[in-house]
């Protein structure tokens, strides 16, 4: 039972990269999965349940696979290093097109849109902690909201996964920028603790 549920999830997944979320149906499910598709609604009920639980699948396979380099970076600059490896790696492999169909889909289907959400959460969750332990000690500790710093992190960074099957070019200029951004942090550590003081009062004075 548990290997047929499985490989439906699977399925489901390989189906919308292949077909778009206007190619999938319980029989191409089936189909891709080699079973009945009378099975699709014993294990989900529906195939719009089938794809909201296959969403949070991938997201769980997806970052798990990642975790040990994201529990590795010590800085923001392994950090943007690692994001440029899982776009590439990510793109490679089907799921930027998956993601896209599954937003696309959300903004209309009730069932999905919650489960993309969630998805997309578990990747915030990671970038809050590793965001969290990098940041600690530097001057931006003090004043960062490490929470929406992953989520606005998460936010470009699937902006940038779609924007990329349009103008590639953009992409890895704006993917420089933040890197620039990340050296320029990295820069201001190491200016001592004078320099750190007066940043501090500034941005103080802004806030």
Same mark, same amino acid.
């Given at each position: 039972m548990g290997d047929t549920r499985s490989k439906l999830l699977d399925a489901a997944l390989e189906t919308l990269k292949a077909q778009g979320i206007a190619g999938v149906s319980a029989r191409t499910i089936a189909a891709a999965a080699?079973?009945?598709?009378?099975?699709? $609604?014993?294990?989900?009920? *529906?195939?719009?349940? #089938? /794809? @909201?639980?296959?969403?949070?699948?991938?997201? !769980?396979? &997806?970052? +798990?696979?990642?975790?040990?380099? $994201?529990?590795?970076?010590? *800085?923001?600059?392994? #950090? /943007? @290093?690692?994001?440029?490896?899982?776009?590439? !790696?990510? &793109?490679? +492999?089907?799921?930027?097109?998956?993601?896209?169909?599954?937003?696309?889909g959300s903004q209309t289907d009730p069932e999905l849109a919650p489960a993309t959400a969630a998805g997309l959460g578990l990747w915030v969750a990671e970038l809050e902690a590793t965001l969290a332990r990098?940041?600690?000690?530097?001057?931006?500790?003090?004043?960062?909201?490490?929470?929406?710093?992953?989520?606005?992190?998460?936010a470009a960074f699937v902006g940038l996964e779609l924007y990329e099957g349009v103008d590639p070019s953009a992409t890895t200029r704006a993917l420089d920028s933040l890197e620039q951004l990340a050296v320029l942090v990295a820069v201001l550590d190491d200016m001592g603790p004078l320099v750190r003081r007066a940043v501090r009062k500034k941005i103080t004075r802004l806030e």
């Open positions: 080699g079973v009945n598709q009378a099975l699709v $609604f014993y294990h989900f009920g *529906s195939v719009h349940q #089938l /794809l @909201a639980d296959a969403c949070l699948h991938g997201s !769980e396979q &997806r970052v +798990a696979a990642y975790r040990e380099r $994201f529990a590795a970076v010590t *800085s923001l600059r392994e #950090l /943007l @290093a690692l994001g440029r490896a899982v776009h590439e !790696e990510e &793109r490679a +492999a089907g799921n930027v097109a998956a993601l896209a169909q599954l937003l696309a990098v940041l600690a000690g530097t001057p931006l500790a003090e004043f960062a909201d490490v929470a929406g710093l992953a989520r606005a992190t998460a």
